[in-house]
């Protein structure tokens, strides 16, 4: 199994093209790229023995073999090849299972998984719903897999909401503002609204992500939660520009601007 660095030959094929055409400034570089891509892919190369780039990985069929493929580019550190990725989203549903144990497999490195999760989503198969939740709720700050999982799901068609709030009571507390901030993409699960309500009240070092999140979610009856709020003494700034935000997002009226002299934040934004 040989394997090319694209990427090199692609940036030697850039070059020689700017050398032959001298004085052309980067943008209109830039403005040409996917012609000089396309003339790239679809020409016959030396260095694959006169095959064209954009056709080499189309050889493979086979699923364990595009996986090795997969993982021996990110084990030697060279940049995956775009025809190889296109490759493994056009065979599709055959891939599904294997890029799945990939990203399940903690083991591998977080590039690999995360190269696999990136072919998955543009696979766009449902058999993958249950793997993103359960990335979601095992999710920690940091986590880039846990993360990419979320904008997934956040991009769905909101069958995945149940699923996500029947794991909400045993997952963390990281996970549980991931899957309401998921949810509230999907407007209309009671559930959301309610779990929202608690944490403003319940979690006051995260006011102003809930405040937030509830301005996302639309549900005009948390208007009245909100607005009380807005008067509390032990709020700061940022918090009470989140609150004020969420009441005017949601149609309400927040009232007359305070002032918090002596808070940093709003000290700095004053001298700004």
């Not at 083991?107 to 543009?122: F, G, K, V």
């Not at 405040?211 to 009856?221: F, P, T, V, Y």
């Amino acid at each position: 199994m040989k394997i090319y660095d694209f990427d090199e030959k692609f940036y030697d094929y850039v070059c020689a093209w700017m050398a032959m055409r001298p004085g052309m400034t980067e943008k209109q570089v830039e403005e040409h790229y996917n012609e000089i891509m396309m003339n790239w892919l679809n020409a016959p190369a030396k260095w694959l023995n006169g095959e064209k780039p954009g056709e080499y990985f189309l050889r493979y069929s086979d699923p364990k073999e595009l996986i090795k493929l997969l993982e021996e580019y990110d084990k030697r550190d060279i940049g995956l090849p775009e025809p190889l990725y296109s490759r493994v989203v056009s065979v599709g549903e055959p891939c599904v299972e294997p890029l799945m144990r990939v990203v399940k497999n903690d083991d591998n490195p977080e590039s690999l998984r995360a190269t696999a999760l990136a072919i998955l989503r543009d696979i766009d198969s449902d058999t993958m719903t249950p793997l993103l939740v359960d990335l979601v709720c095992a999710g920690k700050m940091g986590d880039e897999i846990s993360e990419m999982a979320a904008d997934v799901l956040s991009d769905g068609d909101g069958a995945q909401v149940d699923a996500l709030l029947e794991r909400y009571e045993g997952a963390s507390a990281f996970a549980q503002l991931r899957i309401l901030d998921i949810c509230c993409n999907f407007p209309g699960d009671e559930r959301v609204y309610a779990h929202l309500i608690d944490n403003l009240r319940n979690r006051p070092e995260e006011r102003a992500v809930y405040a937030s999140l509830l301005g996302k979610l639309g549900d005009a009856r948390a208007v009245d939660v909100l607005k009380p709020f807005l008067s509390l003494t032990d709020i700061g700034y940022l918090d009470y520009i989140e609150l004020r935000s969420a009441v005017e997002a949601l149609g309400g009226d927040p009232g007359e601007d305070r002032t918090f002299y002596g808070d940093p934040d709003y000290e700095a934004m004053r001298n700004m």
